[in-house]
């Protein structure tokens, strides 16, 4: 990356995803470009637009992004270096003046509003809810002269937009989390580090019934555990499945080498994402026979009969 | 149920759903009920306000509707009775008098949205897109003077909201279905045609690596074919998740029954969504070794050896 | 069994098998009847001319025997009821008079003379091995005037036959064990202690690779452990096998019943051999989600969701 | 190996290991060297006094021969360079001037009386039976003055030891075939010809349950067909055991050279015994996913991904 990183995500200011595009290493000196969409901010990768786009993957909530996930299934091109995570707060926020008691059109993005509903029942029983695209686009509305009376969206977007907070962490779970990746063009993926993951996107074959239990035995015969795996349609009929997976351990292990060459005979299709490092740091080193010294004794030995 | 069933769906008139709802076989003398949510028709049958809940439960291009997943665990009480497919066709349709060239500002749910993109980009190259909850609130927004130029929506809506359509099958998969489950409280399951299917949720144990494959192979054992795997986080925390499954075959069939049982006493929590008739009518029956005559079979044996 | 009980042995009197045989609990009255060869001790049970046999049926040291193994397949009416464990010790012995340097012609079965050639290439350099049936028809051969210098065989034949011993203990391995099992015609099986065992022979379905792998996830689907497999030629051509194998658990244990089930519908023959208490007593129940209960609640929870 | 290759096979001459031996490709112009035992035989292959041995390893009857699975697993230094099938063919042969009304005594190897005692009832209801070390040293022991009336043997002992033979073919199983391996010093494998079978001895790590399940898995994982598994006790004490085993293809196949590597990753100990051309010449190429092509792919997909 350049000195001054050029930085898409998933705008508009004021989201989360802003939140973990800052982030980034070398963020301080980073020019910071909102798009309107996960495509938008993967297109500007992939047209040297940007150097880096930083997208929602997963929420500890509601699960994978769909959006995340199948751009990342259908846009090549596109490699991940890096995750981070955020914990999500809620909060309701209205243009300055504006008591609790005014409040009855909710604008939100309707994720944040599910999280939020047990509060709004309680506290504002007869509201209506208006779903938009993302919290900060709710705010961002709001203060454009949108018809609603208060906008739920993370704190930064009330600075951002000039307006109030309500009423303060108003979601349900406390301890939701949303993960961001960090793409850039496909290259040479991050160092090793120790605390390692690996994202691939695997086809399962057709029509072979036991298809996702061999994608599996893939890894497991490897000794490598799956820290995620998330069903996506096809998309050309029912019943067809590829899987977005998120394996433990770095493409510099053998264990997971192998587990890719694996994958690699086993499916139709299979996408690597990128090996790089986790946010939580925890340990990724395979132990005893799946570790580096074991796959290279194997190796050894392997030379040592063939070459006899 | 009763004569003049009392049917609720995800509405506003005009969805994909109320026609999957129409295809319910008393539905002639039915009592239909649009509700603004998917836990909304839930607790309409929870409630005994309806007899049958019809909801989205997977589309053929998106995936699964995580709504619907989600409220079908977190919601218990209800149980699957019968599936409906419809073909999904989305429309551009506006308020009469408006042609193509005056549309700017399309409302649409960013699904619909996302199928038609290619279209309006080749044909709307300057269009921007405006979020809605449905195609059909859409189409009642924007006849109730809701500022856009245009909708997205299925045929239907235009009909019920006095629309005029403008462009007809614009979506990008022309095979593109919508598959919609009826909902009734929990009961005897619908009875067995021998083209059927089973629903469950199954929870995966804690912290156990391999527990999804320890999962299917309660499947495989028993040599059942799933058609369908959703994982969805159980939301406490990122890794755990829990499998929304659809297997083939009726819990009358005894390879089910019996993987249902394994299912039981491995995962901590397992729901029985219902066994009911396939949409597509396809066979369901276990083949050879797992046909209901080889478990009789080896059940008899068992006894014989037990009760010698 | 009768109160004065008959119990066919492989003989001739002397073996390890006699020393088996009057562990069987009411031996103190028994009449015992020496048989020439494991299949004529079977048939003594099959036409009732005896209540018991007593059979090897594996060594620690060389494995299962065969003899029994094929005999157990191949005369389908018998049933194990108990298994016992003897110590494998070897003497040298030979007639009163003998001294060590006196002896050349060493005759012995071959199994006693593998584990007893380094003690005699030390101590008896230039001996010659003459092949036996038995340790103790060594011993009664050379008691007759079999022409040789000295036996091999177990302390008890030296009593039994009039023979001195000349070196106790000569065998290699000095944990060396023969586990003997006692069987009678087919009945209800002995009853469940907590310490158990069920064999069973498994013939694997034809010309299907990973049958062995299919056959082992019956077991393991089912939690259940095994501490015996061997594999024998069905005997027809190459490459077909069956499998006499150990599990741990009763036919009472529902994991061990389901498992049985499932090998019945997969195997086109198996056979069961019994569920017998263990000779060590180590503890056979089956843990956690393979425990009775939860079979329990899970038949449980099944009849609930069909009866409803 | 020399022009006139030293070849040492499971004596005496006159056995069906002497007719396997004289299957080698270059034995019209060997010297064959007869030994007491498959230890010795192996011995002298080790101590370069014979250039190959020639062994008993499987009978399509009695199953494995565990003198030689033990050597093999004890004898590090062998490898098997080639297989030969013989028919198995017995004969009742017996002194000139013998008829068969004579004969009571029968003399001969324990595994060809089981094979002969169905006739022997039929026609020499009285016989007994006294045991050898092999069919040949039976034939010799008559010849030499032993006490007996018959003997049963292959035809070639007739000849080679001067008997009548009384009765042809008189086995029960017309098709039985006993498997010979051809071992030399270990060395640079024989050459791949696209019908080959590899040879390895797994040892079971300890006190795993499921670990047999496992080790199938290596092969599952890449395509990997068994034509034979055999088990032996490691001998220290019950329930521990290794496990004899032929998988089809070659170690120049990629397929195998990894599942190699994943046993050496897995097991204690594994000893590698050979890849060798099949006896039967049917193809052993592995097909689709597990080709060498794919193997290759797959690993130029790796390079292409680490190296970017």
Redo the contacts between chains.
């Keep these: 990356m350049s000195k001054a990183p050029r930085i898409a995500y998933l705008g508009p200011a004021g989201t989360f995803t802003e939140m973990a595009a800052r982030q980034i290493p070398n963020a301080a000196s980073a020019e910071f470009l909102p798009t309107a969409s996960v495509t938008e901010a993967l297109d500007m990768v992939l047209n040297k637009l940007a150097d880096r786009a930083v997208v929602p993957i ?7 992004v ?1 959006a995340t996930s199948d751009a990342l299934a259908q846009m090549p091109g596109v490699q991940i270096y890096g995750e981070y995570l955020v914990p999500v707060r809620f909060d309701l926020m209205a243009k300055p003046g504006t008591s609790l008691s005014d409040v009855s059109q909710v604008l939100t993005h ?1 994720v944040a509003y ?1 999280q939020c509903r047990s509060w709004l029942i309680q506290n504002v029983p007869s509201h209506a809810h208006i ?3 993302s919290t900060a686009s709710a705010a961002k509305s709001l203060a454009s002269g949108f018809q609603a009376d208060a906008v739920i969206a993370a704190e930064a977007a009330a600075k951002l937009y000039g307006l109030e907070v309500l009423a303060s962490d108003i979601g349900e ?1 406390k ?1 939701a ?1 949303t ?1 961001f990746v960090e793409l850039g063009l ?4 991050a160092p090793k580090t120790g605390a390692d993951k690996t994202s691939v996107i695997v086809e399962l074959p057709d029509d072979r ?2 298809g ?2 061999e994608m ?3 890894f ?3 000794g490598v ?9 096809v ?5 067809r ?1 590829r899987f977005n997976i998120d394996a433990q351990g770095h ?2 292990d053998e264990a997971i ?2 587990a ?3 994958l ?3 499916s139709p299709n299979v996408i ?1 994402l990128g090996s790089y490092q986790r946010a939580d740091k925890s340990e990724s080193k395979h132990q005893g ?2 570790a580096n010294a ?2 290279e ?3 050894n ?2 030379s040592s ?4």
Excluded: C, T, V
Aim: proline share 7%; charged share 25%.
């Design positions: 997963e929420n500890s909530i509601e699960g994978g769909s309707p599910a779903p938009a695209s779970n301890q989390q993960r496909r290259g040479k993926p019934p036991g996702l239990l599996l035995e893939q497991a015969a490897r555990n799956l820290s995620r795996i998330e069903s996506r349609p998309g050309d009929r029912f019943g499945y493409i510099e080498a192998e890719l060459m694996g690699h005979r086993f690597f026979n799946n074991a796959y004794k194997a190796k030995w392997l009969l063939r070459e006899f």
